[in-house]
């Protein structure tokens, strides 16, 4: 399995900004896919994930604002990004679990938000 993440960027605060990542390889074989994020001088947080039968879980600093998707082929899954703000800043990470409990990590995508 093979994750490649896209979309990060710089905006302003309250603006919106959507990450996708793809999935490569044994999609199939994918319970959990989701979204941490490392910012400076912290430890990598989990963001959102989203199980395969489409149950979300987000951790509180992002419920209302972010939303974590997954297309119906489960090639593509995204998080969408509204209202940041300069705490949201981090590098931003895909994940996806597979059935063997076997974390796969993509490439980090920087989202920065000025105030």
């Known amino acids: 399995v093979q994750l490649q993440a896209s979309g990060g960027g710089l905006v302003q605060g309250g603006d919106s900004l959507r990450l996708s990542c793809t999935i490569r390889g044994s999609r199939n074989s994918i319970d959990v896919s989701g979204w941490y994020r490392q910012a400076p001088g912290k430890q990598r947080e989990l963001v959102a994930q989203i199980s395969r039968d489409g149950s979300p879980t987000y951790a509180e600093a992002v419920k209302g604002r972010f939303t974590v998707s997954r297309d119906n082929a489960a090639t593509i899954f995204s998080l969408q990004m509204n209202s940041l703000n300069p705490e949201d800043t981090a590098v931003y990470y895909c994940?996806?679990?597979?059935?063997?409990?076997?974390?796969?990590w993509g490439q980090g995508t920087l989202v920065t938000v000025s105030s």
């Open positions: 994940n996806a679990q597979d059935r063997w409990c076997k974390g796969h």
